[in-house]
Nanobody, 115 residues
């Protein structure tokens, strides 16, 4: 059974930081392209950041470049999203995804940026 379990969300003030984690099980993690997506109320889900199976290449949405960093630990089957200089517009449910031949999703973790 494939599971992607996100953690690390919460309430943070503007300018603050959070680190999201996504622990994967039931897949050969090192083969999967991993991504972080987010969905704000009334908006479509959007790709925030992605990382290739080896971690050798990453990509980011323009809105988060220079503030967010995606990384992975293939020994721990975990992908991370370090989020710095958070803004209110970063408020959303953040989802982890794993893609190889099939696309899997986590259940999401809420991130709220508010004073």
């Amino acid at each position: 059974q494939v599971q992607l379990v996100e953690s690390g969300g919460g309430l943070v003030q503007p300018g603050g930081s959070l680190r999201l984690s996504c622990a994967a099980s039931g897949i050969l993690f090192s083969r999967y392209y991993m991504g972080w997506y987010r969905q704000a109320p009334g908006k479509e889900r959007e790709l925030v950041a992605g990382i290739t199976s080896t971690g050798g290449s990453t990509n980011y949405a323009d809105s988060v470049k220079g503030r967010f960093t995606i990384s992975r630990d293939n020994a721990e089957n975990t992908v991370y999203l370090q989020m710095n200089s958070l803004k209110p517009e970063d408020t959303a449910v953040y989802y982890c995804s794993a893609r190889f031949l099939t696309l899997y999703w986590g259940q999401g973790t809420q991130v709220t940026v508010s004073s």
